[in-house]
Structure formats: C-alpha cells, structure tokens
C-alpha cells in the first residue's frame, strides 16, 4: 500500500515535468513589410507569424528606450488550454545579438481552439537590429492541470 | 566645393553607426551563489558580473508571468558618458533557448567613471532556466554626442 503511494506520487510529478513542453527553431531574416511567417509547434501550440517592427527612439530626449519589438501571433489548435512562453532572438552575420526578448501568457491560459498574439519588447538593445541576419524562436507550452476529481465519500457500512 | 560639401556629408552619415560599439561574449553557466564573473568589453564599458536570480515556477494562482531575472553590473572605465543596451541569452545544452532578454540605460547616460546594475526580466521563458548550460551576453554602447 505504501509503495503504491510512493510510486503514485513519483508519477505525478513526473507527468507535471512531462507537461511543459520547449521547442527552438532557426530562421533566415526574410520579414516583407515586416512580416515572417514561420512554423514553430509544441504540444499543437504553433507560432505562425512574426511581425517586426524596428521602432524609433525620441531623440533630443533623454530617454533611451526604443519602441522596437515583435509580435508573435500564436494558434493553439490543440484539445487542452495551455500556458504559452516564447523567446525571440535576432542575430547579425557575425552571431551577435541584436535584439532579444520574451513574451506570453500573462493571465490564465491559451485556451483551446484560440488565437492571440504576443508582444516582445526590444526597448535597450536595438541599435543595430538593421544589421539582422537570422533569428531564434522558442515556443515553451505547460498544459493546463486537470481538475482533481474529489475523493469519494466513505460508503457507511451497517454495524452489525 | 559643393562636391566636397557632398563628400563631408557623406562621410559624416557613414560615419554615424560607427558611434555604436558593440560587442559579444558566450559563456559556460557556472554560477557561484547566484553571481559569476564575467568580461564583456565595449568602447571601455565592461560587463562584468552577472546574477541569475531564477523561478521555474509562474506566479500565484492565474498569473502565469514569473519573476525570473538576472541582474548585470556594467563599469564604465571610459573617458566619455556612453548609453548601453545588454542582451543575456540563456541556453540548454541542446541549444533551446532558455531564458531571454534586454536591459540597459533607461534615462540619460551611464556616466565616465560610473558603475550601475541593469535588471533583466526573463517573465514568460522561464520553465527550463534549471536546464541552462550556456549564455551569451552582447553589450551595445553609444557614445554621448559631443555637443
């Protein structure tokens, strides 16, 4: 009875392990008005498209935050909301990084059958984001936990 | 003259990107108590430290972002103000990203001679940072225009 326990608990939490799930796909630099279309898919959670967008600084301010960013558009076309993460990373020909950021859920669950997009800001390493040659895209996806179905009652037994 | 006016010009917006240093280091993952020691050299800034302060968890109840971040110390050992952007790329041992993200100077410059510390959030990739093997920090600076 103990290793049953035991064994139950071990499996639990190495299904919840099981459940977030990362994927990490290399792309060419191609966007066209800004835009990439791309296919990068975990648990039937797929990053479609990528809008880019370079920003712009207020110059003759002091603020040095750019408006630069991307947003990711995301398709779960799975059976099961889903916590969705994804990391953008941009490279120049030399591999440096030019523009870096992640973005997600922020409130609840990418539920089932949805579409949402998602805005990852570059506002302070942006400088040379024109020099762009390839970038990473990482899709992190942790499935919503099943509701735990109570214990049944204790079925009350005659005494004799 | 008007041809050298054009070729002054010309140089001058040639020259202009040029104000942008920028450079990359790519190092093993080995923190000590949450800090490593790190070099990463632009322009006589230095990065050089970096603390990983990591959630793999999200946060409380619907709230999915974590507080994950890594804190980096930039010396400007330069003779001149400079404005610094700093990318940390954190990966796995298959190459998957891990963590992700930028900091830098919000306002103003970082002062000749200053020191100052940038927060990096990594708030939505985060639920691998325990698998982390590697990262990559590039630093960009910007000289202050002389005016």
């Known amino acids: ?160 | 003259m008007a041809n050298r006016k054009i070729l002054c010009l010309v140089g001058s917006l040639l020259a202009a990107p040029l104000w942008a240093g920028q450079a990359t280091g790519k190092f093993e993952y080995k923190p000590v108590n949450g800090g490593q020691d790190i070099r990463v050299e632009s322009d006589h800034v230095v990065v050089s430290r970096i603390d990983f302060k990591f959630e793999t968890t999200s946060g409380t109840g619907p709230i999915r972002g974590s507080s994950s971040s890594v804190e980096v110390r930039a010396d400007n050992n330069g003779g001149v103000d400079q404005a610094i952007g700093i990318a940390v790329v954190l990966y796995d041992e298959h190459g998957n990203i891990v963590g992700a993200g930028n900091g830098g100077t919000h306002v103003g410059w970082l002062s000749k001679g200053e020191r100052d510390t940038s927060k990096i959030s990594m708030s939505y990739v985060f639920r691998n940072l325990d698998k982390a093997k590697t990262f990559v920090v590039t630093l960009e600076t910007r000289e202050k225009p002389k005016s």
Do not use: C
């Open chain 1, 1 to 160: 009875m103990r290793k049953a326990a035991v064994g139950f608990v071990v499996l639990a939490w190495a299904s919840s392990m099981l459940a977030a799930e990362a994927v990490t796909q290399k792309f060419d630099w191609n966007p066209v008005n800004g835009i990439q279309e791309v296919h990068v898919e975990g648990s039937r959670v797929v990053v479609a498209q990528l809008k880019f967008d370079l920003g712009g600084t207020l110059s003759s301010t002091p603020i040095r935050r750019s408006s630069a960013k991307v947003v990711a558009r995301v398709d779960n076309n799975g059976w099961l909301d889903q916590e969705v993460g994804i990391a953008v990373v941009v490279f120049d020909e030399e591999g440096n990084v030019v523009a870096a950021g992640s973005g997600g859920t922020k409130w609840g669950y990418l539920n089932k059958g949805d579409r949402d997009t998602y805005t990852i800001d570059f506002p302070y390493l942006y400088r040379r984001f024109d020099h762009a040659k390839t970038f990473l895209v990482t899709l992190e996806t942790k499935e919503k936990a099943g509701k735990q179905k109570p214990a049944p009652k204790p079925t009350l037994t005659p005494s004799p």
